[in-house]
Structures are given as C-alpha cells and as structure tokens.
C-alpha cells in the first residue's frame, strides 16, 4: 500500500474508535496484530496486546477505566510501511474520577491494509498520578 493509503487506513480506524465502532476498528487490524503499552503502575490497558481477541478486550478495559474526554490526532507522518501519529488526549479516570492530559506518540507498522503492530508512548507519569489509589 502506499503511504498515502495508510494514513487513510489510520484516520478510519481513528475515527471508528472516536465514534465506538470496535467491531469496525478490529477489522482494520490483522489478525496477528500485536501492540505494546508503556507499564505503569494501576494502569489496567498497560502491557502488551496480541490479536483480535486480546484487542478486544484492550477497548473494553479503556472503556471500563476512562471516559475519552478529548482525543486528537494532529500530524501522520508516513514512511513506506510505517506511520507515526502524534496527538493529544484529555480523560478522566473513573475509578478516582481524575482528569489527565497527555501528548501521545503512536507508532504503527501495516502490512497489505492492515494494522500488524502499534507501539504507545505518552505521559506515564501523568497516567500513573490520575490512576493512583
């Protein structure tokens, strides 16, 4: 695929989420998919996630423990088979209901239209203070 074509695989699959669309969102994914979360402490979506199935389970475990309440990616920057989205997220905690603000990195791989491998970067420490017990 080109360039091209993977950043507008990755606005869909950003735009799925937004609007909660996870079945749609797994679709876009491989079925081998493997992902990788900084560890932080009482972070439930932390570590790291491989196919469909532990995916799924990753979208429910955000959704159980944030409410998403600001979620922008502003630049995709391509390289053959690699995407790099930078963005900012805005959410609050429920559990100690917290509200934490992150820049994020998101690393993706695709292979033949499809997600193969995200990596995570983002604020660990302000995850870890909005989680804290």
């Known amino acids: ?10 606005k869909r699959a950003y735009a799925a ?11 876009m994914y491989a079925p081998d998919a493997a ?26 475990t955000i959704a159980q423990a944030e409410e998403v309440l600001d979620f922008r990616q502003h630049e995709f920057i391509a390289q053959r ?13 429920k559990a100690t209901s917290r ?8 690393a993706f791989t695709l292979r033949d239209g499809t997600i193969q491998k995200i990596e995570i970067y983002f604020d660990t420490h302000a995850a870890a203070e909005a989680y804290r017990t």
């Open 99 to 106: 509200v934490w603000e992150t820049r994020f990195v998101h």
């Open 17 to 27: 989420f937004s609007q909660g669309d996870i079945a749609g969102l797994l679709q």
């Open 81 to 93: 088979d690699r995407v790099v989205v930078l963005g900012t997220l805005r959410a609050r905690v």
């Open 1 to 10: 695929m080109s360039e091209a074509e993977n950043v507008e695989i990755l």
């Open 35 to 60: 992902q990788d979360v900084p560890a932080v402490q009482d972070l439930p979506w932390a570590g790291s996630w491989h196919g469909h199935a532990e995916m799924r389970r990753f979208f429910d």
